[in-house]
């Protein structure tokens, strides 16, 4: 492994080589609880233990990759321990008002801890960020419009969306 490399680079080489989906045995220890819920979980999928280690041990690969570098998956990695975290004390960030609260401003604290020194600038000859910003849009524009995305991708409710779809809807005729 190259110390440097990307999740992804990772994957895409070791799903790059010829024998890459050949089935591999391996042997090793698993705390008693462990077992049995691979167990459980892989006959609520209707597979077995093998398959059920399989498909979690991949996605775990897979969620480091889709996160696209090591620091936006170790972010993000912060930000689930702070939902964790908040919950004992002040409830589901998504249920109280005091625990979103909360949250929020825990997870502001993490992204702050990354911001880059320096202004903001707009980039320049790059289209895709033009579509975000129109002529005089902000980083904060940019910003609610890639969440917006976001939010539906994830099936996120997102307020006003409903009605901007029938909108659309009544325009085509449907």
Known sequence: ???????QARIGRATSRP?????????????????????????QNGWGDSEEMRRR????????????????YRLVR???????????????????RFAFDTFRAAVLALIDLHRPP?????PKDNEIADSY???DGTPETAGRMIAGGASVAAGIPVPGMLK???????????
């Not at 689930?80 to 960030?93: E, H, K, L, S, Y």
């Not at 320096?118 to 707009?122: D, I």
């Open 1 to 7: 492994m190259r110390r440097n490399d990307s999740a």
């Open 19 to 43: 024998d890459a989906m050949k089935a591999a045995q391996m042997k090793f220890r698993l705390p008693t609880y462990l077992r049995d819920l691979i167990h459980e979980s892989g006959e």
């Open 57 to 72: 041990l991949e996605a775990s690969f897979v969620e480091e990759a889709q996160a696209g570098d090591d620091e936006t």
């Open 78 to 96: 912060a930000i689930q321990t702070v939902a964790i975290n908040v919950r004992p004390a002040f409830g589901n960030w998504h249920e109280d």
């Open 118 to 122: 320096g202004m903001p600038v707009r």
């Open 133 to 135: 910003l129109g002529e």
């Open 164 to 174: 901007t779809k029938i909108h659309i809807a009544r325009r085509k005729g449907k």
